[in-house]
């Protein structure tokens, strides 16, 4: 089935880093979200993006929804160990289904 | 509960046999979603119940698999004559609003190994 392009696949960073992944669709969506999933559970909604153009912050969190409609971005600042996981970016294609991306996997350099 | 629950967390079973997946979802939540997450993928989508129908279920990869939600609570994926392909953690997610899947939570999942 359709997936975003989602990049990088994976990040090893030290704590306290800046972090940012991106995904990039062919197709438009009218809503970008960006997920976190731990081990042995499912997808928890980090930040939902409404409007192209629009920038919103959950925490040391920032996303941005791109002005085509085609793309979207997420940062993380000063990183901590507990932001290890997988991140997927989705589109919502209609009202009850989401296309994601393949994941960032987000590793902590000890 | 307090969360969307799927049983079992694990099931191994041997192609060729038979399984059903089970999701309780969040109480009073009327959309439910079943999603498939194979290795390495993000959640690819498989049907949409709106109560007790379904509503659209295109994404189920072909007639082997089956979903039912008789009393627009629980919802069972059944799966017949499995293969190795249809490994994969199977996901589920309910939401209130029957319109909007950006407010769906999800279960923790169940992770089918075919062998």
């Known amino acids: 089935g359709q997936q975003l392009n989602q990049s990088p696949q994976s990040m090893f960073i030290q704590e306290g880093e800046d972090v940012s992944m991106n995904c990039t669709s062919s197709?438009?969506?009218?809503?970008w979200l960006w997920y976190k999933q731990e081990p042995g559970e499912g997808p928890v909604l980090l930040i939902a993006?409404?409007?192209a153009g629009e920038l919103t912050s959950n925490g040391r969190l920032t996303a941005q929804f791109g002005i085509t409609r085609k793309d979207s971005f997420l940062n993380i600042s000063a990183s901590i160990p507990s932001d290890v996981g997988i991140y997927f970016c989705?589109?919502?294609?209609?009202?009850?289904?989401?296309?994601w991306g393949a994941g960032t996997k987000l590793i902590i350099k000890p | 509960g307090a969360g969307v629950s799927q049983t079992p967390s694990n099931k191994v079973t041997e192609k060729g046999k038979y399984v059903e997946l089970r999701c309780d979802p969040i109480?009073?939540?009327?959309?439910l979603y079943w999603y498939r997450q194979s290795l390495g993928q993000g959640p690819e989508f498989l049907i949409y119940f709106q109560g007790t129908g379904a509503a659209d279920d295109s994404g189920l990869p072909n007639d082997r698999f089956f979903a039912v939600r008789p009393e627009g609570s629980v919802s069972t994926l059944k799966i017949q004559r499995t293969e190795r392909g249809d490994s994969a953690v199977y996901l589920c997610?309910?939401?209130?609003?029957?319109?909007?899947?950006?407010?769906?939570?999800f279960g923790q999942g169940t992770r089918l190994t075919v062998v």
């Open positions: 989705a589109g919502q294609a209609l009202y009850y289904q989401l296309i």
């Open positions: 109480s009073g939540h009327t959309a």
């Open positions: 197709s438009i969506f009218n809503t």
């Open positions: 997610a309910s939401s209130l609003s029957p319109r909007d899947v950006t407010e769906a939570f």
């Open positions: 993006l409404y409007k």
